[in-house]
């Protein structure tokens, strides 16, 4: 290894810059690498400027003494991390262990709050997942601008939460909030002009299905008129509409463009927002001027099944050869009746005539 290796590992990976050969700050704990003729030394300083002994190693040349001296940089890094990520675990266990005066908060509880503790304002939201995949409280220090901020604009305030989230999420079951770069975010969302903030979200991660779930107009969303989009949003959540944006998305990445007839299908099964569902018979999902022709498509198909049994050890033997026939029939029946038909709706007619002659079978084996 060469020393300009070593500096642009260091560069990559973020590490301290250690004092290499006199150049750079000898500060308590850090590296040094020092030259005499034919022999490397390194070791870690101490607070008044000498080496902590333990730490003394010599090497008889430059290669294996630079690999050292990375090897103990990506160490310090290590452990710095560790102690700052304990500091910032206590520092929130102390906040949450505290009385806390809630000082503004909207319907929702969901929604961040701000809270006041030993004088101090922050803003409390909930987010990530522990190890009980339960969702982690975070507090970030704000000031009583943001907190003016907060109150007065609701857009910028759900802006300020879909960006935090990722934050959250980043911090795993049970490390810190990168508060820096939580603070950071304060200033430009809730005071910056629509156009810089707008431009920011081209930048950062944001949880667009918050949003969603809030009201906003998807399609602005994904043009990025996010101020625009939020005019729909509310203090209530509503994850059956993210839940239809996943199908949607998922749809589209496969191709499909259901037709008005191909939705109320999907709905009638109860299958719409969730393709992976068992179905069951949702009549009162599908708009009453298309149920006539659903309940149209039902009927083809339970002519073509009529007579059609699964064995009564389907359920314990799980023998696909007789719910396929089914399935097979069912579908090639309502491809012929209704050849426009997606493949998703046309699944999803044959998918509910299985399920139904396996709760059959069910039934006369509980008898």
């Known amino acids: 290894m060469t020393i300009d290796e070593l500096k642009q590992i260091i560069r990559t990976e973020a590490l301290e810059m250690p004092v290499l050969y006199g150049a750079g700050e000898t500060r308590n704990d850090a590296a040094v690498l020092e030259r005499d003729g034919d022999t490397w030394k390194f070791y870690l ?8 002994e333990s730490t003394y190693r010599t090497f008889t040349n430059e290669s294996d003494a630079l690999e050292y001296t990375l090897l103990k940089l990506r160490q310090i890094k ?20 505290s009385p806390i005066e809630v000082v503004f908060s909207r319907e929702n509880g969901w929604i961040p709050k701000v809270i006041r503790k030993d004088g101090a304002l922050y803003l409390m939201l909930g987010g990530g997942a522990d190890a009980n995949h339960d969702a982690r409280t975070f507090f970030i220090p704000i000031s009583k601008a943001h907190l003016d901020g907060i109150k007065s604009d609701f857009t910028r305030h759900m ?9 959250c999420d980043e911090a795993g079951t049970h ?27 081209k930048e950062i991660k944001w949880d667009k299905r918050r949003l969603i779930a809030q009201g906003a107009t998807i399609e602005l969303l994904e043009r990025g008129d996010i101020f625009t989009a939020l005019k729909s949003a509310g203090t209530s959540s509503d994850w059956n509409l993210v ?15 259901l037709s008005p007839l191909d939705a109320a299908l999907l709905k009638y099964t109860d299958r719409y927002l969730h393709g992976g569902k068992s179905p069951m018979r949702t009549p009162d999902a599908v708009t009453p001027e298309l149920l006539p022709q659903v309940l149209d498509i039902i009927t083809v198909a339970e002519q073509a099944s009529a007579g059609m049994e699964l064995p009564p050890n389907w359920s314990t033997q799980k023998q696909d050869k007789d719910w396929d026939k089914i399935k097979e029939k069912v579908e090639r029946a309502v491809r012929e009746a209704y050849p426009t038909l997606v493949d998703d709706a046309v699944k999803t007619v044959g998918f509910l005539m299985c399920s139904e002659a396996a709760d059959r079978v069910r039934k006369k084996t509980a008898q």
Not at 78 to 97: C, F, H, T, V
Not at 159 to 167: I, Q
Not at 179 to 201: M, N, Q, T
Not at 244 to 251: G, L, S
């Open 45 to 52: 300083a101490n607070e008044r400027g000498g080496m902590h």
């Open 243 to 257: 839940w239809e944006y996943d199908a949607n998305r998922d749809r589209a990445r496969r191709g499909v463009q």
């Open 159 to 167: 802006l300020l939460w879909s960006a935090l989230l990722p934050l």
């Open 175 to 201: 490390g810190p909030l990168n508060e820096s770069a939580a603070v950071a975010l304060l200033d430009p969302i809730l005071f910056g002009s629509k156009a810089d903030v707008e431009a920011l979200f």
């Open 78 to 97: 290590k452990a710095s991390k560790s102690l700052a990520d304990l500091s910032a675990r206590k520092q929130n266990d102390a906040i949450e262990a």
